[in-house]
């Protein structure tokens, strides 16, 4: 829902501390090809992205990878317009890699983009790619790790020694496998509360401590966790994610 909620004057909502404001949860990736070519990759594109987008000074973008279909993860395909017009200049459409059933949601909801009856002469130059197991992009991996949202079947990503894995409600013991030996875990979190869809942050922290990543932020945070005071409950190695936080990691 982003913080502040929409129509709440809880303290965190009216918190002054710049920490406290979240956009929708997202992810840059930035690395260099050998040749020195700069690579852009974003996790899910939310009703945010264009805001995010251009505090993180977004001048080219070369994939996009969607972890499902739910609002708050991809409203913001359409603001892939003008990043598209100038990527497609060189290399052609944007991939934008998505299980099947997000690539169907993608088709209904944005079906002026990409229906092929489509008439709009403006649509985004972008291209819905399937998502294997291991997708190679730019010569880095990226590894799809199956993990449970409620009742859905979503994915999050392993590259190099880091893993994104939000919206997350339930791991598969299989999915396990695939996050072995992480410097970096980045996990959803949502509140003290239980959520049907979503893990509470004691269920985040006891998957953290099984994972045992060296570093975890938890992102995808609601207005019931202060940043400071949440924090403090937390053990060293596990932070609450903040807007704009930019982390080196290892590919
Ligand atoms: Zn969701
Ligand atoms: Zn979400």
């Known amino acids: ?36 070519r700069e690579r852009v990759v974003v996790i899910d594109t939310g009703p945010d992205f264009r805001e995010q987008a ?11 990878f ?24 060189e290399s052609g459409p944007i991939p934008l890699f998505a ?3 997000t690539t169907a949601t993608l088709e209904r909801i944005f079906d002026y983009t990409f229906s092929p009856h489509s008439t709009y002469p403006n649509r985004a130059c972008v291209q819905l790619k399937p998502l294997g197991e291991r997708t190679e992009f730019c010569g880095v991996e990226f590894i799809r790790v199956p993990v449970m949202h409620g009742k859905m079947a979503i994915v999050g990503y ?29 996990l ?6 239980p959520h049907p869809t979503h893990a509470t942050i004691e269920q985040s922290l006891a998957w953290a401590k099984r994972i045992g990543a060296r570093q975890t932020f938890f992102t ?32």
Do not use: Q
Request: aromatic content about 6%.
């Open 54 to 64: 251009l505090r993180a000074h977004l001048t080219r973008l070369d994939a996009v």
């Open 220 to 251: 995808h945070i609601a207005h019931a966790l202060g940043h400071e005071e949440t924090n403090r409950s937390l053990p060293d190695n596990v932070r609450l994610a903040y807007d704009g936080l930019s982390v080196p990691v290892t590919l």
């Open 158 to 186: 392993r590259f190099g020694k880091t893993a994104y894995l939000t919206d997350v409600s339930a791991i598969p013991e299989s999915s396990f496998a695939l996050l072995e030996g992480l410097d970096l875990l980045v």
């Open 1 to 36: 829902m982003g913080v502040p909620t929409l129509g709440c004057v809880c303290p965190v909502c009216t918190s002054t501390d710049p920490h406290d404001r979240r956009l929708r949860p997202s992810a840059l990736l930035r690395w260099r090809e050998p040749e020195g």
């Open 188 to 193: 959803s979190a949502l509140r003290h509360k």
């Open 66 to 89: 969607y972890t499902h279909s739910h609002a708050d993860h991809i409203f913001g395909l359409d603001d892939l317009r003008p990043l598209s017009f100038i990527v497609n200049r």
């Open 99 to 101: 299980t099947a059933e």
